[in-house]
């Protein structure tokens, strides 16, 4: 077991007699504002892009238009759906995937299966290290960067890691979690999909 490993575990672990009580009172928020499931998960690509589930809290509504389909993503992120983005209290349950050893507190995000076909060479590098809760693009703009810039971010991320830096982005997301940076792109609820880049 390396260091990073034991570095989660034991961070994990520690503050459980915190988080468990936040965690059974958002999900039972969710139940009775957003309704069930309460757990939205999804497949995501992590060390050497080996597919795993990834658990969060659900944000989103079911809501459908006339012809059955779901609305856009904007249109059934609500107000309380916003508020566990803003302050990334949707991501808690990646403290799940975190103990399971499919995650580590700080890394990659892991994307979307279908982006994997459309990355440079270069960008799929990003599957090199553990994917993360958070990571060096999350601390260097999230949500408001574009894809090409995130992806050089989480390249340098693997390129230089160790604990200072892993010690430094975990400190750096606590401050902007308190002050919701990043959250979303201009005119999307997250981000607009990633279509490829030149290759």
Not at 22 to 49: E, H, M, W
Request: net charge positive; glycine share 8%; charged share 25%.
């Amino acid at each position: 077991m390396n260091t990073k490993r034991i570095f989660d575990l034991c961070l994990v672990l520690i503050s459980l007699p915190v988080v468990l009580p936040v965690f059974v009172g958002i999900a039972l928020l969710i139940r009775v504002k957003i309704g069930s499931p309460v757990f939205f998960i999804q497949t995501r690509p992590g060390l050497n892009a080996k597919p795993f589930k990834m658990i969060k809290f659900r944000s989103m509504s079911d809501t459908r238009d006339e012809a059955g389909q779901l609305l856009p993503d904007d249109q059934r992120l609500g107000k309380f759906g916003r508020f566990l983005r803003s302050t990334s209290l949707d991501e808690l349950p990646e403290l799940i995937n975190v103990l399971k050893g499919e995650m580590s507190l700080v890394g990659p995000r892991p994307l979307l299966m279908e982006y994997i076909d459309l990355y440079t060479e270069e960008q799929a590098r990003r599957h090199d290290a553990l994917p993360g809760i958070t990571g060096w693009a999350q601390v260097n703009g999230r949500n408001t960067i574009s894809w090409e810039d995130k992806f050089k971010l989480d390249v340098w991320y693997v390129d230089n890691r160790n604990f200072w830096l892993d010690l430094k982005i975990l400190l750096i997301t606590i401050k902007k979690v308190f002050v919701r940076e990043g959250v979303s792109a201009q005119g999307d609820a997250t981000m607009p999909k990633f279509k490829g880049s030149k290759k």
